[in-house]
């Protein structure tokens, strides 16, 4: 990240990556409470715990203090919204998510993947010149 820009970033809420994070988070609850019961301790569990490991990673990353802690914490972070991402096309697959909710669903997820893959890029580049 560069200087004035970081400058910006006092905690991890103003973080982009942790702000989408809870937006895909919130999405994920709303509409994993349509599937059946059935899947209460399968999809729906799944799909909420990972969703809310994205932005949690990203917050405790940068709660660590230091950049390698928080390259490895976002790593996570993009590891669990993969995860989620997966588990979204299952339920696709199932039936369990309807179209408008899955094209909400895939765009924030995609917009959330290239917002974290900047954010370890630049914390990698930052890293690099240290």
């Known amino acids: 990240m560069d200087e004035p820009r970081r400058q910006n970033i006092r905690t991890f809420r103003d973080l982009i990556a942790w702000q989408k994070g809870i937006q895909l988070t919130l999405l994920v609850y709303k509409f994993t409470r349509t599937f059946p019961d059935e899947e209460r301790y399968g999809l729906i569990s799944q799909m909420r715990r990972s969703a809310v490991s994205v932005p949690a990673n990203v917050a405790e990353g940068f709660g660590r203090g230091r950049n390698a802690e928080f390259i490895r914490y976002v790593e996570i972070s993009r ?48 890293a690099n010149r240290s």
């Open 79 to 126: 590891g669990s919204l993969f995860e989620l991402q997966t588990h979204g096309e299952v339920a696709r697959q199932l039936g369990l998510l309807r179209d408008e909710l899955q094209a909400d669903f895939c765009a924030l997820a995609d917009e959330e993947d290239r917002i974290i893959s900047g954010l370890l890029r630049g914390l990698k580049n930052r």
